[in-house]
Structure formats: C-alpha cells, structure tokens
Antibody
Framework: EVQLVQSGAEVKKPGEPLKISCQASGFSFTNYWIGWVRQMPGKGLEWMGIIYPGDSETRYSPSFQGQVTISADKSISTAYLQWSSLKASDTAVYYC?????????WGQGTLVTVSS | IVLTQSPGTLSLSPGERATLSCRASQSVSSTYFAWYQQKPGQAPRLLIYGASSRATGIPDRFSGSGSGTDFTLTISRLEPEDFAVYYCQQYGDSPQTFGQGTKVEIK
C-alpha cells in the first residue's frame, strides 16, 4: 500500500528554522518524483516544487525558489521541506505528493504555524 | 498559466446536477488537466486526470470534459458526500497551477 506519512504540526516563531518530513512506503522511492503543495488558511492549493530522489534533481516554482529547500534521503525514503528563517506568512498546511503531474497519493498534511 | 474557476460557490440540493467550470489563461493540452475534491481537514483527492479519465475508485457520476482553455467537471447527481471544495489543476506548463476552488454547498 502506497503511503506518505508526514511529520506532525509545528508552532514556530518568526526567524526560526524548520524542516518537515514526508516518509514514503509501498513503492520505490527513488523512481518517483515527490512534490510539496502549500495551502494557506482558508485558501487554495499552490505547487511549490518537486524532487526526484533517484538523483536529487529538484525543481521549484518561481514563487518559492529561494524561499524553501526541498531535499530527500533515499536511505530512509524520506523527503523534506525546510526553511532557514520562517515568516508569519509561511503559516499554512503543507502536503507532500507523489508525482510530477497529477497526484493520486497525498500525505496527510503538516500544519505549520508561525507566530510571535 | 492562471486557472479561474466559476462559480465561487454552487448551492444545490442532493440529487441535482453540478457543473463546475475552469478557464485557463492560455491553452492547456487536455492530457495535462486534473480535478480534485477536498473536504475540511482532509488532503485533496484526485477525481479526474487527462481532463476526462476518472481516477481509481471514483464513481461514474463524476465526469470531466473540455479542451484548450475551457474545462468542466460535472457531477450528474449530487450525493451527500459530494459537498466539498473542488480544484482544477494544469500540469502541462511549469509551474503547474491550481484554480482557486469552487465550493459546492447544500442548498
């Protein structure tokens, strides 16, 4: 069974770093793109970027380039999304997805709250 | 590519037909168009890909159509579990983009 299990909710202060994770199981992690999608409170879906764990090729939406870093550790089938310095506007639910096109498989989402 | 969904909210009764529209700011190959359903507190669920192909496990009351800049999701007879927010997505042009959503609510 394909599963994407994300790390738990986070509450952070502005300026703090953060790394959230997405652990994959039930498929060959190195053979599929893994992406991240943002959903701000009460808003729609925004595609952030993707990574191919097989060779770590990464692509970002221009809106998120330089704002976040996507990485993966194929030894533990886990993808990551990280910030070096959070802003209040980073408050959102973040979903990991399998695939570089449409996404049948989604993680359960990680709520990130950034507040002073 | 900007995707604009209409209407923003659709108020209907169970058993009625729902027609949701998504217009793209430039032409999208129908091969690269999808629809999702999202309920509160849940991750989105893929309904349609390739503009008209139903995802695994999706009931046949859901259908997708369209080409170029105009795409439609039709729910033939609304069931109580269909009241949710629906998003369109294009993945033919980078970055892939989503529409802002249409909420289907109980009238």
């Amino acid at each position: 069974e394909v599963q994407l299990v994300q790390s738990g909710a986070e509450v952070k202060k502005p300026g703090e770093p953060l790394k959230i994770s997405c652990q994959a199981s039930g498929f060959s992690f190195t053979n599929y793109w893994i992406g991240w999608v943002r959903q701000m409170p009460g808003k729609g879906l925004e595609w952030m970027g993707i990574i191919y764990p097989g060779d770590s090729e990464t692509r970002y939406s221009p809106s998120f380039q330089g704002q976040v870093t996507i990485s993966a550790d194929k030894s533990i089938s886990t993808a990551y999304l990280q910030w070096s310095s959070l802003k209040a506007s980073d408050t959102a639910v973040y979903y990991c997805v399998r695939g570089s096109t449409y996404s049948y498989y989604w993680g359960q989402g990680t709520l990130v709250t950034v507040s002073s | 590519i900007v995707l604009t969904q209409s209407p923003g909210t659709l108020s209907l009764s169970p058993g009625e037909r729902a027609t949701l529209s998504c217009r793209a700011s430039q032409s999208v190959s129908s091969t690269y168009f999808a629809w999702y359903q999202q309920k509160p507190g849940q991750a989105p669920r893929l309904l349609i890909y390739g503009a008209s192909s139903r995802a695994t496990g999706i009931p046949d009351r859901f259908s997708g159509s369209g080409s170029g800049t105009d795409f439609t999701l039709t729910i033939s007879r609304l069931e109580p579990e269909d009241f949710a927010v629906y998003y369109c997505q294009q993945y033919g042009d980078s970055p892939q983009t989503f529409g802002q959503g249409t909420k289907v609510e109980i009238k």
